[in-house]
């Protein structure tokens, strides 16, 4: 199973963004999915991630301005990132597991490679 992140950019604060993570060798139909952060100089974080039944989770620190979705049929993971902050800056991943619990708490099993957001002030 490979996940491919992609969309990452330069936006302005108060931007708006939309990353995706095109999964292929597998299905996400059963699978809970999630994307993660790190900031440059800090450890990777949770940001929000989707179960198998579509139940979202979302980091307190988003406050809303983030929304996880997906598409089975396209085997895809997506985040809508709005009013984007300086400190949104940071490589997104996405990853892949069978139970929300675990890959909320980094225990995915597939890991992308990452796409970096770039917010400028």
Same mark, same amino acid.
Do not use: H
């Given at each position: 199973?490979?996940?491919?992140?992609?969309?990452?950019?330069?936006?302005?604060?108060?931007? $708006?963004?939309?990353?995706?993570?095109?999964?292929?060798?597998?299905?996400? &139909? =059963?699978?809970?999915?999630?994307? *993660?952060?790190?900031?440059? #100089?800090?450890?990777?974080? &949770?940001?929000?991630?989707? #179960?198998?039944?579509? $139940?979202?989770?979302?980091?307190?620190?988003?406050? #809303?301005? *983030?929304?996880?979705?997906?598409?089975?049929?396209? =085997?895809?993971?997506?985040?809508?990132?709005?009013?984007?902050?300086?400190?949104?800056?940071?490589?997104?991943?996405?990853?892949?597991?069978?139970?929300?619990?675990?890959?909320?708490?980094?225990?995915?099993?597939?890991?992308?490679? #990452?796409?970096? &957001?770039? &917010?400028?002030?």
């Amino acid at each position: 199973v490979q996940l491919q992140a992609s969309g990452g950019g330069l936006v302005q604060a108060g931007g $708006s963004l939309r990353i995706s993570c095109q999964v292929s060798g597998g299905t996400i &139909v =059963n699978s809970a999915m999630a994307w *993660f952060r790190q900031p440059p #100089g800090k450890e990777r974080e &949770v940001v929000a991630a989707s #179960g198998r039944n579509n $139940s979202p989770y979302y980091a307190d620190y988003l406050n #809303g301005r *983030f929304t996880i979705s997906r598409d089975n049929l396209k =085997n895809a993971l997506y985040l809508q990132m709005n009013n984007l902050k300086p400190e949104d800056t940071a490589v997104y991943y996405c990853a892949a597991g069978r139970q929300l619990d675990a890959v909320v708490f980094g225990a995915a099993d597939y890991w992308g490679q #990452g796409t970096l &957001v770039t &917010v400028s002030s």
